[in-house]
């Protein structure tokens, strides 16, 4: 049975406008009825996966899709979340790979993934008799390059967190509140992101990418992005990690860990961590729309 929501009643360490934000999710997912909550297991969609079946129980399914492009460390890490919140779950194949259009890997691969995404999730809505599909975006997101906005378009694929005008850190405060332990891990874009544009994605550079990462993972690195560069892996780090990893010997770790999984040389970006880095080289044009 669906839990009972009482909007007038906030917990007390939240304030009064992100509480109203909370409210109108959940009186935003209470009109859907029922619905597939396109799951990563990234703080977004596991906050919308976590409120859906708050508000609705039964009435919901998260669903991941296990694709080459999806780390086996992010979905483990995903499958025992649902767990720990008794979320149902199913997991569903992809094959994005298969389509020249995203292998191609050129400005409009993310429509390509997520029409794929979308498409998938269509059928299991329809087989299941749910009324929506839904996703994680907020409201930070739609200011950002994000060509898998129109595919969530195109499949009228909803957004209740930035229907509620919910921001990133909206949503990690919530999470944090309701007490979800993911409530600060680090964002988790797909493997592709990785990969330069005009480089061909493939299962071969995906799997090198993964293994850098887990890689600097275990020296103990959390927030950090290898993007892949031919023979040079250009590793990102947040400004948290820098303290600790600009020194020769975490240096000679990070350069043998990137090595190890394939790549020639190890090149640490001085400007550090930031998401989508690698849209930095397309056209203004193609950013804006215009």
């Not at 199913?90 to 995203?102: N, Q």
């Not at 299941?128 to 950002?144: C, E, F, K, P, S």
């Not at 390059?145 to 957004?159: D, S």
């Amino acid at each position: 049975m669906p839990a009972t929501v009482n909007p007038d009643s906030p917990p007390a360490t939240l304030s009064s406008e992100l509480a109203a934000k909370r409210d109108a999710l959940y009186r935003r997912l209470q009109e859907l009825q029922s619905v597939i909550v396109a799951y990563s297991g990234g703080v977004d969609s596991a906050y919308l996966a976590h409120a859906a079946h708050t508000v609705l129980g039964s009435s919901m399914v998260a669903i991941i899709a296990d694709s080459a492009s999806l780390p086996r460390r992010h979905l483990r890490e995903a499958v025992t979340f649902a767990a720990s919140q008794s979320i149902p779950l199913v997991t569903v194949a992809t094959a994005e790979l298969a389509s020249e259009d995203y292998a191609r890997n050129d400005a409009t691969r993310c429509f390509h993934c997520k029409d794929e995404l979308f498409t998938v999730l269509e059928r299991e809505r329809t087989a299941r008799g749910i009324a929506h599909v839904v996703y994680g975006l907020n409201v930070d997101d739609t200011r950002d390059y994000r060509p898998g906005q129109q595919a969530a378009v195109q499949h009228a694929v909803l957004a209740p967190l930035a229907d509620a005008r919910l921001t990133k850190d909206d949503v990690r405060d919530l999470a944090r509140v309701s007490a979800l332990d993911l409530w600060d891990k680090p964002a988790s874009a797909c493997l592709s992101s990785r990969i330069e544009y005009g480089r061909r994605v493939t299962q071969e550079v995906l799997e090198q990418v993964e293994r850098a990462e887990d890689a600097l993972a275990a020296l103990g690195l959390r927030r950090f992005r290898v993007r892949h560069h031919g023979s040079v892996a250009r590793v990102e780090l947040a400004p948290e990690e820098m303290d600790a990893a600009l020194n020769r010997e975490m240096f000679r770790r990070i350069g043998a860990a990137v090595r190890a999984a394939g790549f020639q040389y190890a090149a640490i970006d001085c400007d550090g961590y930031r998401s989508g880095s690698m849209n930095e080289v397309l056209p203004l044009a193609v950013l804006t729309g215009k």
